[in-house]
């Protein structure tokens, strides 16, 4: 009785510690697998942008972030809103869309933490019309269609003033000027506020649109053979790769700019684009 005791004593014993040991085991596991997990997401950048150029532009570079064990993940927005507020909501890790006034603008009404960490390149801005070849063809009380956001909307009327259409007010800040801001219209042209987006599908409304390069590129639409005016090459408004404050010197951002600033990107634009798309560096 006394061996029965002892050897049911001595079973319960190993029945505990081998429970044990597999709960350790099953601890050790998860630690590994949320190790692993996270690995995986600190290796993963989420990038938000428009499709042309700047989607593409990305796409074209994963390869050298795959190189660094980086994978690149790009969410696509067809608007100029969006891709800011997810930025700061920390829904994505950067953004490639915009120029610098659009933003500095952008975060005077929004009150945003947003910081530029690297130009990539120029899209010049340009006059489209399905109703005449020339932009001194202009007729009187022609209409035109431009931006209504205030740094795109300000940076056509800017183009248009340097065809000789228009003349903005002294003292006013071209760069957010608007249509209430213009001093001379000789022409008495009229002109049609809308979201950028839309103006590639107004063309065959209005007389005169002016579209940004991404929109353009969009609708079929290319600056150096289509347009029948565009911004010159020394265009300040370069598009740049934005972040939030603090995260500048991540390793995946550093990684990020190092490939939109390759040579290998430098070529792929050029190649790609032909003069419709400049690099920036």
Do not use: W
Not at 78 to 90: M, S, W
Request: glycine share 4%; aromatic share 4%.
């Amino acid at each position: 009785m006394k061996a029965f005791k002892k050897l049911l004593t001595l079973s319960l014993a190993s029945a505990i510690l081998l429970v044990g040991c597999a709960s350790g085991s099953t601890k050790t596991e998860n630690k590994e697998a949320e190790k692993a997990e996270n690995t995986a997401s600190s290796q993963t950048i989420i990038v938000g942008a428009t499709p042309n150029p700047h989607a593409e532009i990305l796409k074209a570079i994963s390869p050298q972030l795959e190189k660094e064990g980086i994978k690149l993940e790009v969410k696509e927005f067809t608007d100029y809103i969006i891709p800011n507020t997810a930025l700061e909501e920390k829904q994505l890790d950067a953004n490639f869309f915009q120029h610098q006034p659009y933003l500095d603008n952008f975060q005077k009404e929004h009150g945003t933490h947003l910081v530029t960490v690297a130009k990539v390149h120029v899209e010049p801005m340009a006059v489209y019309s399905k109703k005449i070849k020339n932009i001194n063809e202009i007729a009187d009380g022609s209409t035109i269609a431009i931006p209504n956001d205030p740094t795109n909307g300000g940076r056509a009327l800017i183009l248009l003033e340097k065809q000789g259409l228009i003349t903005i007010k002294d003292g006013v800040d071209k760069l957010i000027a608007t249509d209430k801001d213009i001093d001379k219209n000789t022409k008495n042209l009229k002109f049609k506020l809308l979201e950028a987006a839309q103006l590639p599908r107004v063309l065959d409304e209005v007389d005169v649109a002016v579209i940004n390069t991404n929109y353009a590129l969009e609708g079929g639409l290319n600056p150096i053979t289509d347009a029948i005016a565009i911004e010159d090459k020394e265009s300040p408004y370069a598009n740049i790769l934005v972040v939030r404050e603090g995260q500048e010197q991540d390793a995946k951002i550093q990684a990020l700019v190092k490939a939109l600033n390759s040579d290998e990107a430098k070529k792929f634009i050029e190649d790609t684009y032909k003069g419709a798309v400049i690099p920036a560096f």
